[in-house]
């Protein structure tokens, strides 16, 4: 089989990975020009169900293991007032431990053989049995769209389109909190802390590399309000200011958060493919990750859906049957998985961005 994954995240680069693990060659195709060409994202907790399985079936668990940070699954959850509602330390190793997204990203290029991933690889046009990379056309037994909320491959398959949630993030990062911010460190703790009110939110997590990372998160009609209101790359200090107004009736340690940022804002709309996304099977070509199931993060499964998704497709690949039994299988099984995610997903945004959202978080985390 010649296999084309379009796209190098967490999905592609894991179903390359337990494709070779199995015996099986695929190129990946991966617009970046390096695996650090930008900010990889921020820190992930791998499920055991889902994102460890797959390490596991990659071979890759005991590199996992090593820059996991277990202590990281400690969480803190409050109201804009700072009334805290849960306040867990970290349980013992083996749950749901955290890991830098790109630490995560690393050990799996890494483990790829040489010219596995074809880095700075514009896909401009896909058939299912083609794609178009830098004016060479590649033939394909399969085309698999790993390539994200705004695939090129999607098209092929289905006319849905990311909608947007009504949500908008603006990230926001302390660098070195250890030395230069302490209270904020001690505030946030080792692992994640939210606060929930007034239809806002300041969600905080630690990152291994020293860092706080925060998104501040807004109800907006406007998916570009926050890129083009809110925002000014030119103007920091108007920018903090517009943000410290926003948030003016949060606890004063939340709204530190913002005062000690650095200086740079990032505003990120929030969409999601409609709940229960689906397609009549096409031969030659599927999807996988947020090509095929686009969530916004509240219900913390989108990464490590990718990673199973990518398992499964070269489980079932790798099984000697033809590929479009393989690919049969595979959608049979991730379509009500990623249906039911998205649903728990959609549900959580408008129960946290309603009135009382930290109370009712918590007595979800609770159930």
């Known amino acids: ?134 004016g060479e056309t590649v033939e394909s037994d399969l085309v698999v769209g790993a390539d994200g909320a705004w695939s090129k491959v999607r098209p092929l398959l289905s006319d849905a389109r990311p909608i947007y949630s009504g949500l908008s993030f603006v990230e926001i990062h302390l660098s070195d909190v250890d030395a230069k911010h302490p209270d904020a460190a001690a505030f946030v703790g080792p692992g994640s802390m939210f606060a929930l009110d007034h239809g806002k939110g300041v969600m905080a997590q630690r990152n291994g590399d020293g860092r706080i990372r925060v998104y501040l998160a807004i109800r907006a009609e406007d998916e570009n309000w926050a890129g083009t209101e809110l925002v000014d790359p030119a103007d920091p200090v108007q920018t903090r200011l517009r943000l410290l107004e926003l948030f003016d009736d949060f606890a004063e340690p939340l709204r530190g958060l913002i005062a000690d940022a650095d200086a740079t804002f990032v505003p990120r709309a929030i969409h999601a493919l409609p709940v229960g996304h689906r397609w009549t099977r096409v031969p030659g070509v599927t999807l996988l990750g947020d090509a095929a199931h686009l969530m916004s993060p509240f219900a913390g499964e989108g990464a490590n859906l990718a990673m199973l998704d990518g398992t499964d497709l070269a489980l079932a690949l790798a099984a000697g049957s033809d590929v479009e039994t393989a690919l049969t299988a595979y959608e049979t099984a991730m379509f009500p998985r990623a249906e039911e995610a998205a649903h728990d997903s959609a549900t959580n945004l408008v129960e946290c961005f309603e009135p009382g959202g930290a109370q009712r978080l918590a007595g979800v985390m609770a159930g």
């Open 1 to 134: 089989m010649k296999i084309s994954i379009v796209g190098g995240g967490l999905g592609g680069l894991t179903l390359a990975r337990v494709l070779h693990v199995n015996g099986v060659q695929s190129t990946v195709y991966e617009l970046d020009a390096s695996p650090t060409a930008r900010d990889q994202g921020g820190t992930l907790d791998m499920h055991e169900e889902s994102g460890q399985r797959a390490l596991r079936e990659a071979g890759l668990f005991d590199q996992f293991r090593a820059v996991a940070r277990d202590e990281g699954e400690a969480m803190r959850l409050m109201d804009g007032r700072g009334t805290v509602y849960i306040d867990d330390v970290a349980p013992e190793p083996g749950g749901r431990p955290e890991v830098d997204r790109k630490e995560l990203k690393r050990i799996l290029v890494e483990s790829l053989p040489a010219g596995t991933v074809r880095w700075g690889a514009k896909v401009t046009s896909v058939t299912p049995s083609t794609i178009t990379v830098g």
